[in-house]
């Protein structure tokens, strides 16, 4: 126990060493990654690691021992009640015995965790000594699968298939009494001799034997030693605190204070590693040996209190691995306790600080970067590599110029930095050397020249008013050609440039403002001299050629979209060919063709061939027919005559690494490498990728929080069976490649479930809702390079059937008769289905679907000859607004019973939704043009519906607007039928309703003019052809004008004037009449607030105002901005509505024209007595004017009647103090008639058609006009 103490306080002193100063460095690099507390770990303190045969690893820590998968950990510890309790936390050692049982050494007892996951805690020995028998230090198994344990009183074992352990005693020379001691190393020969590291030094079991003897020293004989002051003596009794055997059967021990022993038992020769002055690299780092693992037959490790080391038997060289302050990729502390190498070579050091770990895929590498102590570079961000033909690396970074020695390892830091130019310590974006083995540099004020001869440094300014000519911006490439001048790239309007150190700036390219090179901030990553002269520019936006000779340049954009055009870097190989790293295409092969147009055949090679990915950073070749490329994190090689793809991701394994764009050289066989963390070197003659086949474990499968997978077992469970109702299962699962273990992918399937393997990187995957069934869960995993093991998980399990499963088959005879049941009244929905699928629900008349099946089997003999006829009800959706739907549903269901007495037994009558129905009549082919048969049964048909209707307390009068379109004639397929069918009820209604129409070309023209304007009449108002014309309204008396009412006009390019009638319907149907509605109002306020500026006009202005505009919310709010807009009086503005608008909803309306009088608008109401009239609107609306409908006047002469009713409406508004106006005046003998009747304004073609603004202001400078009989033209 004294011994334990002084070794940990030993420890403790060399912490605070390796804090205060840093290890030196050797030239040879280990690149180191850590695990700790933050990853799973118990504690910091770990003792030992080891590997089961499986893959597993384990750690024993002081807060008791962990496994290991690469993802999570699992902890066994000093819990009593625990199902992971063991006998004390602090662990010293690990071991698996041949049955798979694993075995923790601690300081308070021996554990067993068998393959079944039971622990158990074994007794020891207490003879002959009892004091520290249970303070295992060591645990061995030997070549008969005997375990051996090391305990702080002596030696035991377990023979096989017995439960209890033997002790085995030391006895010193020749006493009769053995001696208690400390085991600390076991390990057995050739010969199965166990040597045993003790307190009194190295002891020897022979076979058969029970009993223990010092090693006879005097029987070595050393073959060279370090130091021939330490005697064999004394070497051999020293604490011999590791042994392990190598391939050769020589054996190597470590001791407490003489350092490292090489042994060959069969002849007692050995072989001595000691130093006795300050280490120095290459030699033993210290006598404290803690560990030994044997990597191969010329490399072993060993740990220290100085860190760890690895030993070239041959040369008996050793390399260091020490903690650096504030260096991550460096040991965690210099204090190794065990060094272990796991199944795939990854080297695992256990220290007081946690445990580290180093794979040999890295030895090929180092990476140079910015330390807090012994820097290896400058900057960690490192933008351009440039080489000289010494072998010096010339680095430039974010925090200036470096250099590096390749073959030596070696770095100069900032070696221009006396050169007293300050630029050369901050980014410096670009280095080349020249012909002459000369560097220059490039950054944000200039360019440097550095003589390597003179060692003098040339500084070109690019400040303001520079004396060269250069744009005051960075500079990024710099590119010295072979006739001594130099191509220069910057930043946004830089260009190009060719400057010459002694004539300054001779050409400048791309430096007028409207270029694709600096079009929207391009910039260049690598520029190349051709060896034809040209100069190649890798750009943000594809490549740029420029030829000196001829100063043409030409581009190639090599691809369409912007994240695929930026190239990052350039190379041209032995053939001429370029070859370019785009950040989205791959690697683009650019071959010189004369004949190709821009004389260049590019082909692509991407993730389809096998690239990982598309997006590189940087391109190069060796002198071995590769290429070597750079993508965001890995580096990849591609052999140019294979087209063979090797990716090697764990050689660089850094986390949040990144390569910059054309940052790669290459000298002889060593490749450098640009990344934000520093410049990586890689030997490409010893760069190998992982070809480890890792074995892949499910390592978890839960249902319910049950665990069906055993911590220790090396055979599958036993399938479960699992309920139907609780069959949610969580699988984790694991591939035991340690060396970057997040690199790890994994895919997986569930036989029974699956189609195919699912490719995850997550470790886990859950199934939920599975059918009953048996169902094996399966799983892969690749190694750290993406490489698929041969090796495969797998997990049976069955899910039992639900219990309703076995209801149903206990009531099987039921279930019969219910199906037969269930069937019958299955047919009888079905019959219904298909019903309400042929047959409108409202009327039981043939619906749509089979209407159209009716017209496809009719159509199907060509010479069958029959009518389709479209059915619209006028006014139908009055009844509806006005009567409610209950009224409208009813008129439906009588005009469909009245249709069917209309018709014959094989005619086919449909409703086909709302209040549009149709008929399928067949006739006979008759000679003449007109079948009249089928004449009569339309217009029987159009008269019965013409007829009142008594529905509840209404009489109605409806009528119906009919087409008819005839098969064949009219159509040859069912779809041009109905359309002329449909065409032909459209000309009925738009033709006054109540009629029937058979189609023809005519009809069918009208069709095609109006989609033409309804098209057309959407850009009618954006290219200015609508116009606002104005009719006159004139006093009856004088013939002054006395207002005007404002009309829409579209003069169309091609076909002129056309006629509103043609085109307002358009425009309500589709919206459009809201926003032309508001232009008309805002041009005719324009307008008139000139006109009453000027004094010319002294009445008022009439706009219509369509119901569509009048349903819109914000009509006030609309009309009202106009106003302000305009400063147009509104006391002056009419505004016409129609009584047809009123009826529609009579509360909007009364607000909205309450609300438009509080504007202090008038309003009109147009065509009054058209149809709707109610001597009720006139009170309870703000009426200000009644317009008469022009069809009192048309049939005035020969109709009393409407003398009578026209007088009285005449009569009416003047008493209720309204203005009456009537409109459509054609004649002196209707004005007679109005003046007769004291009407006092009228408008109409008597007086003047609308007229444009020039002709209607020559009218108003002389405010009348001359009477004229009415000639007919357009309608207004």
């Not at 033909?389 to 100069?412: C, R």
């Not at 350039?570 to 001429?576: A, K, N, R, T, V």
């Not at 005519?1002 to 959407?1018: C, G, H, V």
């Amino acid at each position: 126990m004294v011994f334990f103490f002084q070794r940990w306080l030993c420890s403790l002193l060399c912490l605070l060493l390796s804090v205060a100063f840093t290890s030196a460095t050797s030239a040879k690099q280990f690149q180191i990654d850590r695990l700790n507390i933050a990853d799973g770990l118990p504690s910091t303190m770990v003792t030992s690691i080891y590997q089961q045969k499986n893959g597993f690893l384990w750690f024993a820590t002081d807060a008791g021992v962990s496994r290991y998968d690469g993802q999570e950990f699992i902890h066994f510890q000093f819990s009593p009640g625990s199902n992971r309790h063991i006998s004390n936390n602090f662990v010293t050692d690990i071991i698996e015995d041949t049955l798979g049982n694993i075995w923790f050494a601690t300081e308070d007892g021996l554990n067993q965790l068998t393959v079944d996951d039971e622990l158990n805690i074994y007794p020891t020995s207490q003879q002959p000594f009892a004091q520290n028998t249970n303070w295992i230090m060591r645990l061995y198994l030997d070549s008969k699968q005997q375990l051996w344990i090391g305990t702080g009183s002596g030696l035991q074992y377990k023979p096989e298939n017995e439960s209890n352990f033997i002790s085995v005693p030391l006895y010193l020379n020749q006493q009769d009494t053995p001696v208690e001691t400390s085991i600390y190393s076991i390990v057995e020969d050739t010969q199965h001799r166990l040597w045993v590291g003790t307190d009194h030094g190295l002891a020897l079991l022979e076979p058969n034997s029970i009993t223990m003897r010092l090693y006879q020293s005097d029987k070595a004989q050393a073959i060279s030693t370090a130091d021939s002051s330490v005697a064999t003596a004394d070497l051999f009794s020293d604490y011999i605190l590791t042994s392990q055997i190598d391939h050769h059967g020589q054996l190597w021990f470590g001791s407490q204070h003489f350092g490292l022993i090489k042994f060959m038992p069969n002849d007692n020769t050995f072989q001595h590693f000691f130093s006795t002055t300050q280490a120095k690299p290459g030699q033993i780092p210290s006598n404290y040996i803690t560990s030994i693992a044997i990597e191969d037959e010329q490399h072993i490790w060993i740990g220290t209190d100085k860190g760890a080391a690895n030993l070239t038997v041959a040369s008996e060289h050793f390399d260091w691995l020490t903690s650096q302050t504030f260096n991550q990729q460096s040991l965690p502390t210099n204090n190794v306790d065990d060094v272990f190498i796991d199944h795939s070579g990854v080297v695992w050091f256990a220290t007081n600080q946690g445990a580290a770990y180093y794979t040999p895929l890295k030895k090929s590498s180092r990476l140079y970067k910015p330390l807090a102590s012994q820097s290896e570079l400058s900057g960690g961000n490192v933008y351009a590599i440039a080489l000289t033909q010494s072998g010096d690396a010339w680095v430039a970074t974010n925090k200036g110029i470096d250099k590096i020695n390749i073959d030596n390892k070696t770095v100069q830091l900032g070696p221009l930095k006396d050169k007293t130019i300050p630029s050369l310590i901050n980014n410096i974006w670009n280095v080349k050397t020249d012909k002459d083995n000369n560097l220059w540099f490039s950054d944000a004020e200039g360019l440097s020249f550095y003589d390597q001869r003179s060692g003098t440094v040339q500084r070109f300014s690019n400040k303001v008013n520079n004396p060269y000519g250069f744009p005051n911006t960075d500079f990024y490439t710099v590119d010295p050609d072979q006739e001594g001048n130099v191509w220069i790239t910057g930043y946004l309007d830089a260009g190009v440039m060719l400057f010459n150190p002694q004539k300054g700036l001779i050409k400048h390219y791309f430096n007028d403002a409207d270029n694709l090179y600096t079009s929207g901030g391009n910039f260049t990553f690598d520029s190349l001299i051709a060896t034809q002269g040209e100069l190649w520019l890798a750009t943000t936006n594809g490549i740029f050629i420029i030829d000196p000779k001829t100063d043409i340049t030409s581009h190639l954009s090599l691809g369409n979209e912007r994240e695929n055009i930026r190239i990052g870097g350039i190379y041209q190989d032995e053939q001429g060919i370029m070859w370019a790293a785009t950040q989205g295409l791959g690697l683009a092969k650019i071959i010189p063709t004369p004949d190709a147009p821009q004389g260049f055949v590019i082909e692509y090679i991407t993730r389809k061939q096998g690239l990982p990915d598309n997006r590189l950073k940087a391109v190069i070749g060796d002198n071995q027919g590769n290429l070597w490329l750079t993508s965001q994190h890995t580096l990849t090689k591609y052999n140019l005559k294979t087209g063979q793809i090797s990716v090697y991701p764990s050689v660089i394994n850094t986390d949040n690494l990144t390569f910059n764009e054309a940052a790669i050289a290459i000298y002889q066989h060593q490749l450098l490498l640009g990344t934000n963390k520093g410049v990586i070197q890689i030997d490409i003659d010893t760069i190998s990728q992982n070809d480890f086949a890792p074995p892949v474990h499910i390592t978890s499968a839960k249902i319910a929080n049950k665990s069906y997978i055993n911590i220790n077992s090396h055979n599958p469970p036993p399938k479960p069976i699992l309920d139907y109702d609780n069959n949610m299962i969580q699988f984790s699962f694991a591939s035991l490649d340690y060396t970057a273990p997040k690199r790890n992918r994994y895919r997986y399937m569930l036989a029974g479930f699956d189609q195919d393997w699912l490719t995850t990187v997550l470790p886990r995957a859950m199934y939920t809702n599975l059918a009953a069934g048996d169902y094996v869960f399966k799983v892969q995993s690749t190694n750290s390079d993406g490489v698929w093991s041969n090796q495969q998980a797998e997990f049976a399990f069955n899910i039992k059937k639900a219990w309703w499963y076995y209801a149903l088959i206990a009531s099987g005879t039921i279930i019969i008769l219910i199906m037969i049941l269930f069937g019958l009244s299955r047919i009888k929905q079905m019959k219904e289905l298909s019903r309400r699928a042929n047959f409108d629900s409202l009327t039981g008349l043939a619906n749509r679907f089979h209407f159209n099946q009716q017209l496809s089997l009719l159509m199907s003999n060509p010479y069958n000859t029959a009518a389709v006829v479209f059915i619209d009800l006028d006014h139908f959706k009055e009844v509806n607004d006005s009567m409610g739907h209950d009224v409208g549903d009813e008129l439906i269901i009588q005009v469909g019973k009245r249709l069917q007495h209309c018709l014959s037994q094989q005619d086919v009558l449909a409703r086909l939704g709302g209040d549009e129905f149709a008929l399928i009549i067949p006739y006979e082919q008759v000679a003449a043009d007109v079948n009249r048969d089928l004449v009569n049964i339309i217009e029987r048909v159009r008269q019965t519906l013409n007829k009142g209707y008594q529905i509840n307390q209404y009489w109605l009068n409806s009528s119906a607007s009919i087409g008819v379109a005839c098969f064949p004639d009219d159509g040859k397929d069912a779809k041009t039928l109905l359309k002329h069918a449909d065409t032909a009820m459209y000309a009925a209604k738009q033709n006054g309703r109540n009629g029937s129409y058979f189609f023809n070309e005519t009809l069918s023209t009208a069709l095609l003019e109006r989609l033409l304007i309804k098209d057309q009449l959407n850009n009618a108002m954006s290219d200015a052809q609508l116009e606002v014309h104005y009719q006159p309204k004139c006093c009856v008396d004088t013939h002054e004008i006395v207002g005007l009412e404002a009309l829409l006009r579209w003069n169309h390019p091609q076909h002129g004037m056309i006629s509103p009638s043609r085109f307002i319907d358009q425009a309500e149907d589709s919206g459009l009449i809201i926003d032309i509605g508001l232009w008309v109002l805002e041009q005719a306020c324009q307008q008139g607030y000139h006109w009453h500026q000027q004094g010319i006009l002294r009445g008022n202005i009439s706009v219509n105002i369509s119901p569509v505009q009048l349903s819109q919310p914000t009509i006030v709010d609309d009309i009202a901005a106009i106003l302000e807009r305009t400063a147009f009086p509104a006391h002056h503005l009419e505004l016409e509505i129609t009584e047809s608008l009123l009826i529609k909803d009579l509360k909007t309306a009364q607000d909205v024209l309450l609300a438009l009088k509080q504007l202090r608008v008038r309003i009109a109401l147009d065509d009054f007595g058209k149809g709707y009239s109610s001597l009720n609107y006139l009170t309870q609306f703000p009426i200000d004017t009644l317009k008469i409908d022009k069809g009192f006047l048309s049939s005035i002469l020969p109709e009393e009647t409407s003398n009578i009713v026209l007088r009285n409406i005449i009569t009416l508004g003047n008493e209720l103090k309204l203005d009456v106006i009537a409109e459509g005046v054609e004649t002196h003998a209707q004005l007679l008639k109005l003046k007769q009747y004291n009407c006092k304004i009228v408008q109409g073609f008597l007086f003047s058609h609308a007229l444009d603004v020039t002709q209607l202001e020559i009218c108003l400078l002389h405010n009348q006009l001359t009477l004229c009989e009415y000639v007919e033209v357009e309608n207004e």
